[in-house]
Nanobody, 126 residues
Framework: QVQLQESGGGSVQAGGSLRLSCAAS???????????LAWFRQVPGKEREGIAA???????RSTDSLNGRFTISRDNAKYILYLEMNNLKPEDTAMYYC?????????????????WGQGTLVTVAS
């Protein structure tokens, strides 16, 4: 069973950038390559929001509301998923989670994922 661990969160000023990482373990390489991987975020009291998902062929789907500020990528050889976040805004403050699974469609829909990391906190100051 795959385990996921996020890192890279922290505090940043508005307009700044961060890169989040999600390291996977407990899974063979060929199985990791077959996973759909995704990033989500959640603010207390609100539902978990999908950010982006990346499929086995590297194709990605992102939430339109982010206006291209966030970019998802994966390095299968290193078992790492990334989220590059630019031009951060105070409303991006949230706990960020990575997830993995093999849904029929690789979209950032929380209900499609069974495997989750513990989250990393991102705080953006105005």
């Amino acid at each position: 069973q795959v385990q996921l661990q996020e890192s890279g969160g922290g505090s940043v000023q508005a307009g700044g950038s961060l890169r989040l990482s999600c390291a996977a373990s407990g899974i063979a390489f060929r199985d990791y390559r077959s996973l759909c991987l995704a990033w989500f975020r959640q603010v207390p009291g609100k539902e978990r929001e999908g950010i982006a998902a990346i499929d086995t062929d590297g194709s990605a789907r992102s939430t339109d509301s982010l206006n291209g500020r966030f970019t998802i990528s994966r390095d299968n050889a290193k078992y790492i998923l990334y989220l590059e976040m630019n031009n951060l805004k105070p409303e991006d403050t949230a706990m960020y989670y990575c997830a993995a699974d093999r849904p029929f469609h690789c979209n950032p829909q929380p209900k499609s994922f069974d495997y989750w990391g513990q989250g990393t906190l991102v705080t953006v100051a105005s």
